[in-house]
């Protein structure tokens, strides 16, 4: 599996796009996920998106449904977007790129 890993909320967590969590991204946002990295890329995303990608991506990890939407509630919703764009796209470009693991700065 493709994993990013970075410091969020209180530890390092691992942020992995499963095939389901694609599935699942996909849905949520209405928008393919290579779309979806373009957009990312080229700063026309919605910041709905940013925290989707984020909360999928601890789900896929291994973080428990209810605890991803804790932590992205509590450190990504709300935020700057400089703060959680970064993060997005280092778990979106893990993904898409297919490096083993990608360390993200979170």
Do not use: C, H
């Amino acid at each position: 599996m493709i994993t990013a890993t970075a410091f969020f909320g209180d530890k390092e967590r691992p942020f992995t796009l499963s095939d389901d969590m694609v599935t699942e991204l996909e849905a949520k946002t209405e928008t393919g996920i290579g779309v979806l990295y373009q957009r990312l890329l080229g700063q026309a995303f919605k910041l709905a998106d940013l925290a989707e990608v984020i909360r999928l991506g601890l789900i896929g990890g291994g973080t428990r449904p209810e605890e991803a939407d804790r932590l992205v509630s509590t450190y990504a919703r709300n935020r700057p977007v400089a703060e959680v764009l970064p993060l997005a796209t280092a778990i979106l470009a893990a993904r898409w790129l297919g490096a083993d693991e990608v360390q993200a700065d979170g």
